[in-house]
Structure formats: structure tokens, C-alpha cells
């Protein structure tokens, strides 16, 4: 393999392709924020602007102007996104809605963890490109809000009742393992240092059973399994995405047992998740084998890959495991021949289980700038320090 011909490719792709597309098509120049639901063409489809995509595009552009180059506009369609979510993206005492109308009045109340999780993403990292204290201010508060939420994310807005069937997600604990090193600089050492243990905690040691060599989505609040719909779901994407965000931990504590714990999940779950059919990873599974709740259950969704194919990448890159090559190169091929659209930027999001476009869209409510050209980024840096 030619890691400096993908190195470029990848780079390519984001700088030439992705990242025009997001900067032509989605900055609301009257209003501030981004439009995110956007047609293959990137004509605007819809107005509404949800928090969470709101922050992961400031994020990107601010980590970008950061990490790459310091070019002018991806600072400026940064700040003016930060800006339009430091008006409207908060009650005032930031906790922060769910979604928008286009001019900044608020539609769906702040039920949402990962609008705060991103948007204090996106403050840390426009923190950093502009000095701005308020910024940093800003990511320091919400993320003391997510460790008020974390043992309730969702507050009064909880459909559970509880005390009957009490369960906890994969999901924040995983995200939270990302976000701490995201916003590294803004946090007390001490507090940082007790979240990430935990985290590390959560995910390698309560969601991993290693009687199944499995994460699993959902446990009792006491770390158990469920048999249930929820207890027995597995998400092969959030598996693998959360795996680099472990071995991303595992070099900053220096601890290559988790680094290898870490692929070998990997691993495990690329073996388990991929569609032996036709190709391409399931959306969500069942650790019994029984029917799945959700109906998209066989969908093949764009992050699912990306996230994916920088695991299997990071894996080889830190510990030189030709498995992870292999998985890296077999997603390499289904992503960049199924997702990437040949006649418009940007890529597609939804696939049907045969590998077919069942969604032309480039962006919606749950699709924005951030996991294509996250990916094609880590990739991008990932290949080039690959022998």
C-alpha cells in the first residue's frame, strides 16, 4: 500500500471537495449558523438549525484553522457560527436547546446531552483559534452542566418511568472519552483526570462484556445485561468509532495494554457487524440473533464507515496489526466507491442494505459537517505517519 498516495487522496478530498461544499453551501450569511439540510446539489431543503450540528461544524472549521492552516475563512465561518450559538443556542444559563427556527428562536427544548457535549466542543476549539476568554468560558460552563446531567442526560424529558427497567447508554460515556481531550485546556487537571477514568471505566469494562467480545448499546444502571430490545442492541459504528477515541486516551496515558484492548475490540466488532452479503457494516444489530425494533436496523450510514475506517488505520498506525490494514483497506473500497457522490460534492449518507443511495441529501437533522471531513482529517494524518 502507497500510504503517502492516500495520504493525499484523503487530504485532496477534504481540502478540494468536502470542505467547499460546507463553506459555499451551508453559512447562513442573514441570519448567522449553518443550514445543515441541504440536497445532493447543496441547495437548502429546509431552515431549521439543530444545536448539536451547529457546534460540530464550528468545531470543525476552528480545529481545522487550528491544525492545518490559519486560512481567513474557515476562521470567519468558525466565529460567525459560534457567535449565532452564544445568542441563541442557550436558555442563559447554558443549557442548550435541541434545535432552531432559522432566525435563533428556540423549537425544541434542551432535552439533547450532545448539544452540550459538541457545543462545548466547538467553544474549546474557537477558544483556541481566537483567544476569546468568553469562548472558553462558555466550553468550561457547559461542560460543568454535562457533569450535572451525566446520571440524568435527559432530565424532566425522560419517557422512562423509573425504577423499572433502569438503563444507561454507550453513547456519553463514549462521546465524553473524545471530549475530554478536546477540550483538554479548559478543564481542571483533577476533574479531567477522575472523568476519563471513569469513562475508560464505562466503556472497556461495564459496555464491553468480554464473555461476548462485544460493546453492547444499553446495561441495567447497575452494569448488567438486559434482555430487552434496548439491553440487547449492538451498534457496530459506535464501537468502532469509540475505539479510537480509546487508543487516542491509551497514548496520552502511555498504555499500550489499553491500545491493544482496544483493537482487539475493534476487531471483533468489524468481524461481527459486517454484512457478509453484501458488503458494507449493519446500522444496529441484536446480540440474540432476534429482530431489531428499529426499521433501518440493515441501513449502511455513512459515519458508520468513516468513523470505522479511521479505527482500523489507527490501529495499524500504533501497533502495526495487519488485521487492521485489512479491515482498513476492505472499508477503504465500500466507502469511497458507495458513499462519494461522482457528479456533486460532498458524499451520500444513506444506503439501503445492497449498497444503494436510499437518500440523496448531503446534510439533514442528524447529518452536517462534520463525520466526512473529521474522517477524511484523521485519515489524511493517520496514513501519513504510516510505513
Known amino acids: 500500500m502507497d500510504f503517502n498516495k492516500l495520504a493525499c487522496k484523503y487530504r485532496d478530498e477534504l481540502l478540494d471537495n468536502i470542505l467547499p461544499f460546507w463553506l459555499i453551501h451551508s453559512q447562513d450569511k442573514e441570519c448567522g449558523g449553518y443550514f445543515t439540510c441541504l440536497e445532493r446539489d447543496g441547495s437548502v431543503f429546509d431552515t431549521d438549525k439543530f444545536i448539536w450540528l451547529q457546534g460540530r461544524e464550528v468545531w470543525m472549521f476552528a480545529m481545522l484553522y487550528n491544525q492545518v492552516e490559519r486560512r481567513p475563512e474557515w476562521l470567519e465561518c468558525a466565529v460567525q457560527g459560534a457567535e449565532f450559538l452564544r445568542k441563541y443556542g442557550h436558555d442563559g444559563n447554558h443549557n442548550w436547546y435541541f434545535s432552531l427556527t432559522r432566525e435563533g428562536r428556540p423549537l425544541v427544548a434542551p432535552y439533547n446531552i450532545f448539544s452540550y457535549t459538541f457545543a462545548t466542543m466547538a467553544f474549546a476549539q474557537a477558544a483556541i483559534a481566537t483567544g476569546n476568554d468568553e469562548y472558553a468560558q462558555i466550553a468550561k460552563r457547559t461542560f460543568e452542566r454535562i457533569l450535572e446531567k451525566r446520571n440524568n442526560p435527559k432530565g424532566p424529558w425522560c419517557k422512562a418511568v423509573p425504577g423499572t427497567r433502569d438503563l444507561k447508554g454507550f453513547a456519553l ?14 478543564i481542571d487537571k483533577s476533574v479531567l483526570d477522575a472523568m476519563i477514568e471513569e469513562c475508560l471505566h464505562e466503556v472497556m469494562e461495564v459496555f464491553y462484556r468480554d464473555d461476548l467480545g462485544l460493546i453492547v448499546e444499553n446495561v ?12 440487547r442492541q449492538i451498534t457496530p459504528g459506535h464501537s468502532l468509532e469509540a475505539m479510537w477515541f480509546i487508543m487516542n486516551l491509551g497514548v496520552r496515558l502511555g498504555d499500550r495494554a489499553l491500545i491493544d484492548k482496544a483493537v482487539k475490540i475493534a476487531l471483533n ?4 457487524g459486517w454484512d457478509k452479503e453484501y ?8 446480540r440474540l440473533g432476534h429482530p431489531q425494533q428499529q426499521l433501518e436496523w440493515d441501513q449502511k450510514l455513512w459515519w458508520v464507515h468513516i468513523e470505522s475506517m479511521i479505527t482500523m488505520i489507527k490501529g495499524y498506525q500504533l501497533t502495526g496489526s495487519e488485521a487492521c490494514l ?3 483497506e476492505r472499508l477503504h473500497e465500500y466507502t469511497w466507491s458507495h458513499f462519494k457522490d461522482p457528479e456533486y460534492p460532498e458524499w451520500f449518507g444513506y444506503l439501503n442494505r445492497r449498497g444503494e443511495v ?23 494524518k493517520i496514513l501519513e505517519q504510516c510505513k
Open 326 to 328: 485489512a479491515w482498513f
Open 279 to 286: 458488503g458494507g457494516l449493519f446500522y444496529f444489530m441484536d
Open 358 to 380: 436510499l437518500l440523496p441529501l448531503k446534510g439533514g437533522k442528524w447529518k452536517g459537517c462534520f463525520h466526512v471531513p473529521r474522517g477524511l482529517y484523521q485519515c489524511w
Open 220 to 231: 441495567t444502571a447497575d452494569g448488567w445485561l438486559s434482555d430487552s430490545f434496548e439491553g
Open 173 to 186: 460515556p463514549m462521546i465524553l472519552c473524545n471530549m475530554a481531550l478536546e477540550a483538554e485546556g479548559m
Open 269 to 272: 466488532t468489524a468481524e461481527y
